[in-house]
């Protein structure tokens, strides 16, 4: 008889350890499931892993996100019409072109002597954007001017040989610009822009 | 969990080995060769597409366009002609030359007129033709196809190509009335039956096509002295047109490789993390 | 479960935001939204299916940036300008053409892991109702710009499938002449098609948040089926679950990558290589995978109203299966014969799927001749998929209707938690708590 009621009170007993340790099983799992700052690893001390995986998944992101910025660059056949050769032989003494070049318009004009004259007697001639005539034209190549056609004021295309000082007046708002394209009056701030060149030759120039 | 997946592989199995039925395969399947683009680590031979190109320029572009492709591809990475000393290959000096040979329509800048100019590496290769009726009209009626996608184009690529050009040089079976200004290509998908005035049994399988066998053992003379057999200017020329279907194919390779290793570190990575964050729950 | 908010904010700037435009609550509700802790990786596929959407409305985007919406210009816009000249062109299409495929395939394996797990049934129907219209909107999406190449599979795909409205009687071919802006597929469907391309992505990404939104009221479904009873059956969304739908992204991606570095030619069809022509139609017209096993459906009935009848019946039979389904029991997991019948289905499913890439009268056992009957012999493609679509739609009804009354499933587990835990915790943390 107290052998049986000392079995199950054993009985009662391990049911109790065991019921204990469910409870402490439960608890745990209730704490780490119902709480979620609990289950979330540790702010202040992340494990090693997730960093790792969180640096990888960063890296991978960038490399991902540049082909699909870079895309955005000028494509292939747009840089192939990056250059042009242009033949100077069209172009008469005195005479000007105005050609498309990166689908901008430039100005190729072959000065008279007298106007590579007076563009370099104002080489030191007060003006808003001073610059001498020999830095925007190529040595040995004095009666070619190339710039670009776009006045610097608001971009339109100026008018060849008019305009006090014989170069290009800007029929927008005024501005005058003379045979060496810098500005002398008006409201433009800067010279007509110049540009990357190579002349290939004395009547060949390459363009970009 | 894997009983439901193992009774899912097993029926999928048995509807594999029930076999896809081959569509009435009524050609010879393209024959079975080696390139040395093939597979993940596949690169085009740059001297192969150099001669591929002689052949093209030679032969093909006689009849057939390319108005995809520029000349200044041939100077691009993986392409016949690329020089690392010119990374930009509108300044290769081979390109230029190529280009120079080429007139290109253009108008006369000062009067309007349509005029001829020599190529530069931004034009596309011109085509033979002005329009498709000229091309019908100089081809008895047909069409012969562009050749920028010509790989890409035809099931089995670069060796339906191969076969092409040296399946018609065999000429027809006795028994087969062959139209006129047709030719019997056995790697051609086509309909015998009502041509084949011998036993129906063994009706040849294969089709008619409207180019005349293109290619002749020495019909092109290699720069680099390679024995210009039939069998070796159709394979240049397959290969030649492969890259110029798919000339961005080494960078998709090479890209490819560094992709894949990354995700496998990462997905390693990421299983270990998930291991991690999971371990003190029962699931 | 959708109740109310438990966040609190951290920070006075928080606390500002947080009583005009409560978004930093919202998606601190969203990631310790209480997830049942079972869920297997069938149930990572929600989250790939998100990344397939962002990866393709970024990569369309980015395409767009390049793409000429015109007859004359569209294949050169693709084949030569993307492809060969603009900067990693080659790749972003690759990515957004491959990744149609691979959201499809995400898609479908996602409606499988629903049908089998019962995710369609009671309380979620509307959630299931949303996931069909976006699977609808995918197909529309997906077949409008397949379009927009204008190869040959492009028009001619167009072509018959349009053709297709006008088996309506009466309004038949006032619709088709509506859509296609003229007298055939031709410049001005293109244009549409491109425009409604564009937007229908959006529509789809509105229609998700209220996927995932119907998604959170009841709450995730899982593998036994049973309700979530306790908080102890749940674990919360992040950092549990990121995870893991993170590992499962990378993995998917694998996929993905091989498709798209090895075999960028092998999901499309080497006749869209070739630029539209009106006047001849290529000599095999096929979709794209994911819609053959329709396609074939479709060429199966003689009649044409009959087949495109047949074919929208087989989208709806997904829209009512939730009425359908009458099991008082959720998973196939405790469904023995229901799950039998499913795994036949799809493999109907398969097989329909590989009719629609085969010529109708292409023999399914090669050189076995036999009778011919309505028109077709029976050894032949065009009979199996008849025999295929019969079981498609008598897997819905009578099979899927009857099952739901007659079955006798096994016991169903009580809850998620003990009984089912084949992972315990590792021991050591067990014993800390």
């Known amino acids: 008889m107290a052998g049986r009621a000392a079995a199950v009170g054993a009985r009662l007993a391990r049911e109790k350890e065991n019921k204990r340790g469910e409870l402490k099983v439960a608890e745990s799992l209730a704490q780490t499931a119902s709480d979620p700052s609990l289950g979330a690893p540790d702010p202040s001390r992340r494990d090693f892993i997730n960093i ?56 190729i004009r072959h000065r008279t002597p007298k106007e590579i004259a007076a563009a370099v007697a104002d080489d030191h ?58 500005i002398r009056k008006g409201p433009a701030p800067k010279n007509l822009f110049l540009f990357d060149y190579k002349f290939l030759g004395d009547t060949k120039v390459k363009l970009g | 969990m894997a009983r439901n997946l193992s009774i899912l592989a097993l029926a999928l199995g048995a509807l594999c080995l029930a076999g896809p039925a081959l569509a009435d395969s009524n050609e010879l399947a393209p024959p079975d060769i080696h390139w040395s683009f093939e597979g993940p680590f596949g690169s085009y031979d740059q001297e192969q597409l150099q001669r591929g190109y002689k052949v093209y320029r030679e032969v093909c572009a006689t009849c057939h366009s390319m108005n995809m492709v520029a000349f200044r591809n041939l100077g691009d990475p993986g392409g016949p002609f690329w020089d690392p000393k010119y990374p930009n290959p509108n300044d290769n000096p081979v390109v230029k030359t190529i280009a120079a040979d080429y007139q290109v329509a253009d108008i006369d800048r000062d009067t309007g007129d349509a005029i001829k100019r020599p190529g530069t590496s931004a034009d596309y290769f011109p085509a033979p033709f002005a329009n498709e009726p000229a091309a019908r009209a100089s081809n008895s009626g047909a069409l012969p196809p562009d050749m920028s996608l010509l790989a890409k184009a035809r099931e089995g690529g670069a060796a339906y190509i191969y076969g092409i050009v040296t399946g018609d040089t065999a000429g027809a079976p006795h028994g087969l009335i062959v139209p006129v200004g047709k030719y019997y290509d056995p790697y051609m998908a086509g309909d015998m039956s009502a041509f084949w005035k011998g036993d129906p049994a063994r009706t040849p399988i294969g089709g ?9 053992a020495n019909k092109v003379a290699y720069d680099d002295g390679t024995k210009a057999t039939l069998k070796q200017e159709a394979k240049d020329v397959a290969a030649f ?14 890209m490819g490789l560094g ?22 729950v029962g699931h | 479960m959708s109740g109310p908010s438990t966040y609190e904010p951290k920070w006075a700037i928080e606390r500002w935001l947080d ?17 049942p802790r079972n869920l297997n990786y069938w149930w990572t596929f929600g989250g790939i299916l998100a990344f397939c959407l962002a990866v393709q409305i970024v990569t369309g985007i980015v395409l767009a940036m390049h793409y000429d919406a015109s007859a004359a210009g569209a294949f050169r816009s693709v084949e030569q300008h993307i492809m060969r000249d603009v900067n990693y062109g080659w790749l972003i299409r690759g990515l957004h053409a491959t990744g ?14 629903g049908i089998y797990y019962g995710s369609f049934k009671a309380p979620r129907e509307v959630l299931w109702l949303l996931g069909c219209v976006i699977y609808v909107l995918m197909m529309a999406t997906a077949f409008m710009g397949y379009v927009l190449p204008w190869g040959q599979m492009s028009f001619w795909g167009a072509k018959v499938i349009t053709n297709l409205l006008g088996a309506f009687p009466l309004v038949g071919k006032t619709i088709t002449t509506l859509l296609w802006g003229g007298y055939s597929v031709d410049e001005p469907t293109l244009n549409r098609f491109f425009s409604l391309h564009y937007l229908l992505p959006f529509v789809i990404a509105a229609v998700v948040a209220l996927h995932i939104w119907a998604l959170h009221v009841p709450g995730n479904n899982n593998p036994t089926g049973v309700n979530v009873k306790a908080k102890t059956d749940t674990v919360a969304f992040h950092p549990y679950y990121t995870v893991k739908d993170g590992f499962a992204i990378s993995v998917f991606l694998i ?51 009959m087949g495109v009848l047949a074919l929208g019946g087989a989208v709806l039979m997904l829209f009512i299966l939730p009425w359908l389904d009458r099991s008082k029991v959720r998973s196939m997991r405790y469904r023995p014969t229901a799950r039998l019948y499913f795994f036949i289905w799809i493999v109907a499913c398969l097989a329909l799927g590989w009719c629609g890439s085969q010529e109708p009268q292409g023999q399914v056992i090669p050189g076995i001749a036999g009778p011919t009957l309505i028109d077709y012999d029976i050894n032949s493609v065009t009979w199996l998929s008849r025999i295929a679509a019969l079981y498609y739609f008598a897997y819905f009804f009578p099979i899927t209707f009857f099952l739901g009354v007659w079955e006798k499933p096994l016991p169903v587990p009580d809850s998620i938690y003990t009984p089912v835990l084949p992972h315990p915790p590792t021991a050591a943390i067990a014993e800390k708590g």
Not at chain 1, 79 to 101: H, N, P, R
Not at chain 1, 161 to 173: E, K, T, V
Not at chain 3, 100 to 113: D, G, K, T, W
Request: glycine fraction near 4%; aromatic fraction near 12%; include cysteine.
């Open chain 3, 19 to 35: 009583a005009r435009l409560p978004i930093v609550r919202f998606s601190a509700d969203l990631m310790s939204f209480p997830t």
């Open chain 2, 259 to 280: 992709v894949m290793i990354f995700l496998l570190l990462f997905s390693a990575i990421l299983y270990a993390s998930y291991r991690k964050v999971w371990e003190s």
């Open chain 1, 125 to 182: 001639a007060p003006m808003k954007d001073p610059a001498t005539d020999a830095s925007r034209t190529k040595p040995g190549h004095q009666q070619w001017l190339i710039v670009l056609a776009s006045c610097t004021h608001l971009g339109c295309v100026p008018t060849f040989a008019q305009g006090q000082y014989g170069g290009w007046l800007c029929p927008c708002h005024g501005s005058v610009y003379d045979t060496s394209a810098r």
């Open chain 2, 208 to 216: 008619f096509i409207a180019m005349p066998p293109p290619l002749i």
């Open chain 1, 52 to 107: 790792v995986a969180v640096s990888a998944a960063v890296g991978g992101a960038a490399v991902v996100a540049w082909p699909l910025i870079d895309q955005m660059n000028p494509a292939a056949d747009t840089l192939a019409l990056a250059s042009l050769e242009f033949d100077l032989s069209k172009v008469a003494l005195g005479q000007e072109v105005t050609i498309a070049w990166r689908k901008q318009p430039v100005f």
């Open chain 2, 241 to 254: 047109l492969q890259w110029a279907a798919d000339p961005k194919m080494e960078q998709r390779k090479q």
């Open chain 3, 255 to 305: 996929l993905f990558a091989v498709f798209v570095f090895y075999l960028p030619e092998a999901l499309s069809k080497a006749d869209n290589a070739i630029p539209a022509n009106p006047l001849q139609t290529p000599p095999h017209i096929v979709p794209e995978w994911y819609l053959l096993p329709f396609y074939a459906i479709l060429r199966a009935i003689p009649d044409k109203l």
């Open chain 3, 100 to 113: 149609a495929s691979m959201f499809f395939l995400a898609v479908y394996i996602h409606i499988l892991r």
